[in-house]
């Protein structure tokens, strides 16, 4: 399996943003989030995980993109596609890279586009932005959702990548007999379940979520506790491992020792409810639509949440599957469907898969869920 | 080894930060940043991965902190001290949040403080953030560093942590034995670092970098390739794993099969350059004074980088050991030391322990490093 894109992909992903740019007659973007920069230039780093220094690429109206980065990143980025390297020795107190990227956007020319919008952020200090503003005299406006929209749409390299990552979380789900047992902490199951990942090759783990409980678990983001696994308890792993830094983001459930009938028939509901909503995953659909289809499977459509998301560089990108949001699906749309269910417990079960809109319907990207709950 | 902190930690926290608001004439901080929202309130979940929602918390003048949040951390946030937890069905593609956190700012009154200085960023939308300000009216300006600097003096409790994920690392560090050995990819090792961590007690691995080649490595920020560790490599892994929220931050190298003079000696001199650091670490010193202290004995002043930096809920925070950092260190601050080489080969070596400050001086918190190259 080999890493990274070719050239032309980079080239295709530009020329695709700078269509968009010339639409809405912007002379520059300036990207300083790890998956924007990274989606433009092919900079794969975990460096980013230190919050002391920012990173900057600016894609020009025309021709390649320029970085304008600490000088600790100028290797890794001479190895990339990218040309017009600038670099300075952050952290700088003084002047951190402002004065540098004040300059080249100045070259460059505006006005400059940034993601604004619902999802992103700017990663910069706030004190900085304001002194680059006032230094470049340039207008800085949103960047009208060009750059993620460009994202959203997967070219067949970044599908296989995804597929790579789906597979490996697939054969550490077909293994999770080996590690989760009844008196086994769910603390260790969150470990082990980690290592699993590892060694089925996942580059690393960024992402787990889980719970366990009896007849459903609480909520999905709790981080876990030492609370052994008990006889009839559900066990849900969700992850968001990563490959050649591509994620995969689907769930499976476990029943400890034995599953109650109403765990088992909440487990085929929600499994309905997936593939009601696969039925509408299509182009031509709108992320509520298949929303819609999943809502009335689980039961009450007033009150059921996200069910489901874009996937990619980001463990979540672009639509949501809600009922505000008017999205339509295209070809190469990579998309998560993610029905929940309120128990009679009290608690929740939440099912997840992977998915990608082709020319005719969906496909799905991650291995087939057991179709009864699985006891281990 | 428990979990979390009692009420009075985080009680004692919001007290210094207000104490620095009450200096500043703030009316409100806002939080918008993991480690930020979680020093406050003690909301730790690793949900942060997806960008897709924003998460707010206010701390007034007096009192509590406010968390503004997604529905979806609701059940966590309310297992913190926090008791005003105010909630939006997020995402809300109209207003994902951005009227609730008017409304709240505005009753809880401004100047609203935001950390703006170097290592910070605003985690929500600019968008929203420019709404924010026409829907509240108030003024929003920097925080004065008061965040950062309460940050930056750890608790006894915090300290328990960040010993515990060293010792964690020290011992997976012990095991590299088991997992690296001539033949093996570096990213085969990468991964199998990882499962050691884990197997070890780490909950999780945000950060692992590292390197191999013959008397020295490349950049330290570049993923693993899948190129064979060979006879006479240098081997270096350095991990960023995480205990409870908190973070260890130190390297170790290896020779693989047989170590040259040169990679003796330089690792030598590395380990004599950690310990000229460690001798200037004490309360008054500052930054800059360590700094030169190991850029004098790793050679070159005029071109040694970041030499290390302070450490803690992040992977890297606060302080550098650079020629331009005045900070002051004091009792409480956990710093790395991380002297470089330049070495013959054209490549570097790069050591790094990480320190408490104390009332006399400086204790090492990873454990000790071999005293001479350990050969695998």
Not at 56 to 80: D, E, N, Q, W, Y
Not at 334 to 362: N, Q, Y
């Amino acid at each position: 399996m080999s890493r990274g894109f070719a050239r032309a992909e980079y080239e295709a992903r530009v020329q695709r943003i700078q269509t968009g740019m010339d639409r809405h007659g912007l002379g520059a973007l300036l990207l300083t989030c790890e998956p924007d920069v990274r989606y433009v230039s092919g900079f794969l780093t975990r460096f980013w995980e230190s919050p002391t220094r920012p990173w900057f690429v600016i894609l020009p109206a025309r021709g390649a993109p320029v970085a304008v980065i600490p000088s600790i990143g100028a290797a890794l980025m001479a190895t990339t596609w990218i040309a017009d390297i600038r670099t300075w020795p952050a952290p700088v107190p003084d002047d951190d890279g402002v004065s540098l990227l004040a300059g080249t956007l100045r070259e460059i020319g505006g006005p400059v586009g940034i993601p604004s919008h619902l999802e992103t952020h700017l990663r910069m200090p706030l004190d900085d932005f304001h002194r680059l503003k006032e230094m470049t005299g340039l207008a800085f406006i949103h960047d009208h959702g060009i750059l993620a929209n460009a994202r959203a749409v997967k070219s067949p390299a970044e599908l296989t990548k995804i597929e790579t990552i789906c597979a490996i979380a697939g054969r550490a789900f077909a293994r999770v007999n080996e590690i989760a047992d009844e008196g086994v902490p769910l603390s260790q199951t969150f470990r082990d379940f980690q290592r699993l990942l590892l060694e089925e090759g996942a580059d690393w783990v960024p992402y787990l979520a889980g719970g366990a409980g009896p007849d459903g678990y609480g909520d999905v983001i709790s981080p876990a506790t030492d609370a052994p696994l008990a006889p009839g308890d559900l066990l849900m792993l969700d992850t968001g491992a990563v490959y050649d830094g591509y994620f995969c983001d689907f769930d499976r459930n476990f029943a400890v020792g034995a599953a109650s009938e109403t765990a088992k028939s909440a487990y085929k509901r929600l499994l309905a409810a997936a593939e009601a909503g696969r039925e509408v995953l299509c182009p031509g659909s709108r992320a509520c639509d298949a929303w819609r289809a999943m809502a009335r499977q689980v039961g009450d459509a007033d009150t059921a949440g996200r069910l489901g998301h874009g996937l990619g560089m980001q463990l979540t990108e672009g639509l949501s599957l809600t009922e505000a949001d008017t999205t339509v699906l295209t070809p190469g749309m990579v998309v998560t469907l993610e029905p929940g269910l309120d128990m009679p417990s009290g608690r929740i079960m939440v099912h997840e898969d992977v998915f990608v809109i082709t020319e005719t319907g969906a496909r799905q990207i991650s291995p087939p869920a057991p179709s009864d709950l699985p006891i281990i």
